[in-house]
């Protein structure tokens, strides 16, 4: 190439290159420091932002200023499309906040300005939020509805407000006297433990009001002049959503109280200090439902204003920005019965060991009653537990056997022993020698001879023990139940001495109180009972959130519990019919006329179907006994359980006719 070529390559090139500076206004230096605003902003720290005659240390000393009310919570924030004019330049910078259940967005305006090749922003409160005067910050008010009642069957108020008194030290009130001594001489009063409550004063600022408990207001022994006679110690009334007794369904209803630090975390926003949430059961499935949603009000204010100086102001000094309406939590209907609920836990207050009472309407499948004894330690035992049923499975066994052709009449045999696979099975102690031989199996079940059931397992497979379990409502999903439970759990394959063992309700069968509750009243009813609890699951989220009790895995659960549990199915693919249940129903009558439950004759009304059950469980010798029977009584169907109870008969029945006769 010559050099007249060259020469003529290099003025093009100087004077293209010319042509783009002298097309540079500046627009993208502008644009990319109107972006390294926005992200500033969003991120609460504009300190490494260029002012106009502001340092940037201060700026940002303002801009935390401006929103320390909104703390922890970050805006999104968005440059929009930019406005150049010579050596200056605007930019909409498009916010977007979450406010409690809210959004609050809004475009505030932005100036830059061009000094030599930087563009520098200019400093106005108003860049944060539109006509936001020098002085002015942004403040929120919160206004938190009342918690909504959990009701019962015929709206009765299951949990509602009822008052209370907070008993506790109020520094300020002690004056010259030992806050140790004070709080020691309560913690004893009340019955709190008197180093970890005097830790609690100690550690409290000088203003604090340090509770040591909460009292209920009725039935309290704990009276004023007791507390007002150590220094510094008051009660303070209040109110708090509260079944009718402390103990009242606690497993199932859970409780609520104020949000501790913990629950505030992992609520992701929901929830703030002071704010009342539910622990366990219905409270925490349905605790945003319950809750409601806060009115909040999102304003603009001279900072640093007194009280008297808010009050002598319109509106009290505030300008509005942002409002979100505050709407009341919707009530959890439950159909529980509270006279039901109660009796039933009345039955079980001296019962030892884990227990459960679970009453149900067959016709519609509303629960009525749902209660876990004391010794089930707040576990709910009622629909949670997982237990081998013993012989109330014989149930499931008879609409097999029936389905094979057999009646109540038909013939089988009631050996005293029966050996299967070298294991041998023999009836409970003290089976009637007169119900031994070729019996009915109206007798084998009324009696509840393992030995007969046993000897069916070669004409009942155990896909057909699952399919007829399934029939009677058990092991299938409850869309309707609205609360966490266990349905049962019955496997569809199995063989030898475990097929065996399934034939009088062990092995892997498991069910739940609830679920022999259904299985009863889907024999009253003539078809499969589907339960139901919560009537308006749909009213909120319904969701548990995440540390919720409902999980069957959880503390407090019995030895035999089995966390590898099928899913259940998704309902029956063979309905128990009407002439089936029928059969059942002579059966579990037969039970009370001339079998084990003859303490049951004497229950006034309707006559009772009942079936007894005892299930072994552990390695001791003699193994420990859950003791069953399930019972139905017109249109109600029980379910009575004793994690360790001996037999069925001797230990739940009396539990049972207590029940039904002052249910009446």
């Known amino acids: 190439m010559g050099n007249f070529q060259k020469l003529s390559l290099a003025l093009v090139g100087f004077i293209i290159g010319g042509s783009l500076v002298a097309c540079d206004d500046g627009r993208a230096g502008a644009q990319d420091a109107a972006k390294q605003l926005a992200s500033a902003v969003a991120a609460l720290d504009v300190g490494s932002v260029a002012f106009e005659g502001t340092d940037a240390a201060a700026a940002n000393e303002k801009l935390k200023e401006v929103f320390q009310a909104l703390d922890p919570v970050k805006p999104a924030v968005e440059a929009g499309e930019l406005t150049l004019e010579k050596d200056t330049a605007t930019v909409p910078l498009n916010y977007s906040w979450k406010v409690g259940s809210g959004e609050w967005k809004y475009t505030a305006s932005a100036e830059l300005k061009k000094s030599g090749d930087k563009w520098l922003t200019v400093w106005k409160p108003a860049l944060l939020v539109p006509e936001l005067a020098d002085g002015e910050v942004v403040g929120v008010a919160a206004e938190s509805p009342q918690r909504a009642d959990i009701l019962g069957a015929g709206d009765a108020k299951l949990v509602t407000y009822r008052p209370v008194v907070n008993v506790g030290i109020d520094k300020p009130k002690l004056a010259s006297a030992d806050p140790a001594a004070s709080a020691t001489q309560l913690a004893q009063l009340v019955g709190v433990d008197p180093a970890a409550y005097t830790q609690q004063v100690q550690a409290a600022g000088p203003e604090a009001f340090v509770t040591a408990i909460t009292l209920r207001q009725d039935g309290r022994t704990i009276t004023d002049e007791q507390i007002a006679r150590i220094p510094g110690a008051r009660s303070i009334a209040g109110l708090l959503p509260l079944a009718p007794t402390r103990t009242f369904a606690r497993a199932l209803l859970g409780t609520a109280a104020e949000a501790n630090a913990e629950q505030i975390e992992k609520s ?148 005293p022993t029966l050996t299967v696979d070298g294991r041998t099975f023999k ?122 009790s409902g999980s069957p895995t959880a503390a407090g659960t019995s030895p035999s519990l089995s966390s590898t549990a099928p899913a259940p199915a998704k309902a ?52 420990k006994t859950h003791a069953w029977i399930v019972a139905v009584h017109g249109d109600l169907a029980v379910a009575v359980f004793v994690e360790e109870g001996g037999l069925g008969a001797t230990t739940s029945g009396p539990l049972l006719k207590d029940f039904l006769v002052a249910a009446g």
């Open 427 to 548: 009836n409970a102690e003290g089976y009637p020698e007169d119900s031994l031989g070729s019996v009915t199996l109206r007798d084998a079940f009324a009696h509840s001879c393992n030995t007969a059931f046993i000897a069916a397992r070669d004409s009942v497979s155990q896909a057909q023990l699952e399919s007829a379990a399934t029939s009677l409502g058990v092991a299938v999903e409850a869309p309707g139940l609205g609360a966490d439970a266990f349905l049962g759990s019955v496997p569809g394959e199995a063989e030898g001495t475990e097929h065996a063992a399934s034939m009088i309700g062990q092995g892997k069968v498991l069910l739940s109180p609830l679920a022999a509750a259904v299985m009863a009243g889907s024999v009253a009813k003539g078809s499969p009972v589907s339960p139901s609890l919560v009537l308006n699951p749909e009213a909120g989220s319904g969701s548990a959130t995440p540390e919720a």
């Open 572 to 623: 029956a693919e063979k309905p128990v019919t009407a002439a089936e249940a029928a059969a059942l129903a002579d059966m579990m009558r037969a039970v009370v006329t001339s079998g084990h439950a003859g303490f049951l004759a004497s229950v006034p009304g309707e006559p009772v179907g009942a079936k007894t059950g005892t299930a072994e469980f552990g390695n001791e010798n003699p193994p």
């Open 268 to 415: 992701g926003g929901a929830l703030k200090a002071g704010d009342t949430t539910g622990t366990g059961g219905l409270q925490q499935q349905y605790d945003a439902q319950l809750r409601g949603t806060d009115g909040i009000q999102v304003f603009a204010e001279k900072a640093g204003l007194t009280a008297e100086e808010r009050q002598a102001l319109p509106n009290e000094g505030r300008r509005s920005l942002f409002q979100v309406e505050m709407k009341p939590g919707t009530p959890v209907k439950t159909t529980l019965d509270p006279r039901l609920q109660q009796l039933a836990e009345d039955v079980l207050a001296d019962v030892g060991p884990a227990s459960a009472i679970v009453a149900l309407r067959p016709s519609s499948g509303a629960v009525l009653a749902a209660a876990s004894g004391p010794g089930s330690n707040g576990y709910n035992t009622a629909m949670l537990g997982q237990y081998a049923p013993g012989s109330t499975f014989k149930m499931v066994d008879s609409l097999a056997m029936i389905r094979n052709g057999m009646t109540p009449d038909s013939k089988v045999e009631c050996t």
